[in-house]
């Protein structure tokens, strides 16, 4: 049974930092692109960052360039997203999820893309 459960969620103020993780079970992680996403009220789903799961390369949006990292542990099959400097509109819910397309294409198309999701994980930015 394919699982990822994200986990790091919660309430933080502007400029501070949060830790989230995504725990996979149930496929074979290397052969997988994991990305993390997110969502907030009435917009789309967006990309934030993406890792490789056969080479450990990434890939970001914009938007979190410098602020966001990405790593994989795929022993653990764990990823992590540490995210700094955090702003208002980052207020969304995140999802971890995996693909078998590669992240440079998967980060901008995760509806399509997306073999599996997570449940996602609520993150709160405010004063």
């Known amino acids: 049974q394919v699982q990822l459960v994200e986990s790091g969620g919660g309430l933080v103020q502007p400029v501070g930092s949060l830790r989230l993780s995504c725990t996979a079970s149930?496929?074979?992680?290397?052969?997988?692109?994991i990305g993390w996403f997110r969502q907030a009220p009435g917009k789309e789903r967006e990309g934030v960052q993406c890792?490789?799961?056969?080479?450990?390369?990434?890939n970001y949006a914009d938007s979190v360039k410098g602020r966001f990292t990405i790593s994989s542990n795929n022993s653990k099959m764990t990823v992590n997203l540490q995210m700094n400097n955090l702003k208002l509109e980052e207020t969304a819910v995140y999802y971890c999820?995996?693909?078998?397309?590669?992240?440079?294409?998967?980060?901008?198309?995760?509806?399509?893309?997306?073999?599996?999701w997570g449940l996602g994980t609520q993150v709160t930015v405010s004063s």
């Open positions: 149930g496929f074979i992680f290397d052969n997988y692109a």
């Open positions: 890792i490789s799961g056969s080479d450990g390369s990434t």
């Open positions: 999820a995996a693909s078998q397309f590669y992240c440079s294409a998967y980060i901008n198309l995760p509806r399509r893309l997306t073999n599996y």
